[in-house]
Every structure is written in C-alpha cells, then in structure tokens.
C-alpha cells in the first residue's frame, strides 16, 4: 500500500496526492518522505486555477498543508534537515514547523517568515501570514501592511487577520478601501473589523453603501450582507431578509443608496458613539428598508 501511495504521489495529480497523504498519515513510514518532499517541490510552485484555488479563506483542503502535515507527523523535525531559503518546499516545512500562534520568533525565524511574506508564490505568503506568532514580532509589521493590499484574495484575507494583532494607524485606511471595494464576504468582514479598530465607525458605514446595489442574479446576495451591517450597526437588530431580484432595479439600489449615505451623514456623531436608534419602530427611518424587507423583532 506504500508503494502504491508513492506512485500516486510521482503522478503529480491534484487528488493522487491527497489520496496519498491520507494514507500515509496512517501508515507511512520515513521512507516515503522523499517522495512526498518532491510531491510537495511540485505542489507548492503551482499556479494553476487548480492549485490556486488551494489558496483561500476559510481554508480548503489544500494539497501543499496535506503534504506538508503528514511529513512533520512523520518527522517533527524534518524542516531543520533543509535550508530553507534553498527552496519553496523547504520554506514551506519550515514555515508549518516553526510557526505558530503559541510561538516566540527568534531572529532567524523572522528573516524566513519575512522571505516568505515577499515570495512571488502566493502560497507562501498566506501560509507565513497564517503561522505567524499571537504576539507578532515589530519587524514583520511592514510586510503585513504591504499584504493587506495582495492581488491574491487569500493572502489578503489572512492579512487582515494578522493586522488585527498588530497596532498601525495607516491600517484603517488601508480597511476603509478594501471594504468598499471588495467582492468577498469575509474580506469585508474582516476589513470592517480593522477599520474599527481605529474608530472608524461611521466611515466603515458609508463604505458598506457602496455594496447597496442591484443582485445580478438570485445568487447575489451581496445587497442582503449589506443592509445585515447596517442595521446591525445603527439599528442593532439582525435583518430578518428579503427579496430584490429581478426586480430590485439599479434606480432602486441607486436611491437607497444615496438615503442610507444621507441617514448616516446626518447622524455621523451619534453612529461614532456607538449609538443604535430604536425610537421607530424599524429602528432607523422606514425609507432605509426595501419594500418586502423585515427585521428580526428587537
């Protein structure tokens, strides 16, 4: 059955590999380490739509990790028999291996999770920016603020997380940008979240307004996470749904749009304060809900 798992791993296919790595974490030995190192020095250079796709928030099964993973159940150590700036898959175990929420980089940790962080492999960065330390080290502070604007959304997404546990004004922003323009739920999310860290409340508001457009399909479901912000943020009150598509029209969104901008304009000091409105029966003016919308009772 080894055997067998080696040849899957020489294949260089997407889904041998994982029916490789599943197997050897039960029954693999040392032996097969070699195959899985080369398995892994081909994996995690990929670029593919395939492999690409490996590199998201939440985090998928991702060849690279099942790789990775089985070696070190293996070999715990298995990093230090390589130089990690030799190679991506070396950079890769010792990355797995040294990092860690419950770790304290030394110096030298801090120089091969900043290399990482500057890879051209997207994987490389998000798996640095995924294993750094709870109590993130100065020195790696201007590499996350360069990743919170990643062309790549998964490393994006785990930048955010890690700004979170670091102190940087320029952060906010930064957030403020992205959650007006970002397609990607938790991207916004989290982009919200640093934002207000920095007292952003009400510009992370107008921000959200942008999104307050038309669905393009029944599968859009952007307007719904839109308004939930909102007046969970002015109205603290769950959103209870809603239809808009088709016939939720651009004018619609548009006027809406342009309502909730002049809502939270008007009320810009009390929405900084932290302020929720439950004088109305909805909380905040009925003109700031669509037609067919309803709220969750308080």
Not at 21 to 47: C, D, F, H, W
Not at 163 to 173: F, I, L, M, T, W
Request: proline share 5%; aromatic share 8%; glycine share 6%.
């Amino acid at each position: 059955m080894r055997e067998f798992c080696v040849r899957l791993l020489r294949q260089k296919e997407r889904g041998g590999i994982l029916t490789a790595t599943s197997l050897l974490r039960l029954i693999g030995t040392t032996n097969e380490l070699p195959a899985m190192k080369q398995a892994l020095a081909y994996a995690v250079v990929q670029t593919s739509a395939e492999y690409l796709s490996d590199i998201r928030y939440p985090a998928p099964i991702r060849v690279g990790d099942a790789l990775a993973g089985t070696m070190l159940g293996l070999d715990p150590r298995i990093a230090d028999k390589f130089e990690p700036e030799e190679s991506a898959e070396n950079l890769l175990l010792y990355l797995d291996q040294h990092g860690g929420a419950d770790k304290t980089f030394s110096d030298a940790e801090v120089r091969c999770f900043s290399k990482a962080m500057k890879s051209d492999l997207p994987y490389l960065r998000m798996k640095a920016l995924e294993n750094l330390s709870k109590e993130i080290p100065a020195a790696l502070g201007d590499e996350i603020t360069h990743c919170l604007s990643d062309n790549n959304l998964g490393v994006q997404n785990y930048a955010f997380l890690a700004a979170q546990r670091v102190r940087n004004p320029a952060h906010r922003d930064i957030a403020l940008a992205v959650l007006k323009s970002a397609d990607d739920e938790w991207l916004r999310q989290s982009a919200q979240q640093l934002a207000d860290k920095y007292g952003s409340r009400y510009e992370s508001a107008m921000a959200w307004c942008a999104h307050l457009v038309a669905p393009k399909d029944n599968n859009d479901y952007t307007m719904h996470d839109t308004l939930r912000e909102l007046l969970l943020m002015t109205a603290g009150r769950n959103s209870g749904g809603g239809g808009f598509y088709p016939s939720f029209t651009d004018q619609d969104a548009k006027t809406l749009r342009e309502r909730w901008e002049e809502f939270l304009t008007e009320n810009r000091n009390q929405i900084n304060a932290g302020k929720t409105f439950t004088n109305l029966i909805t909380g905040v003016p009925a003109d700031l809900i669509p037609p067919g919308w309803t709220l969750n009772p308080p």
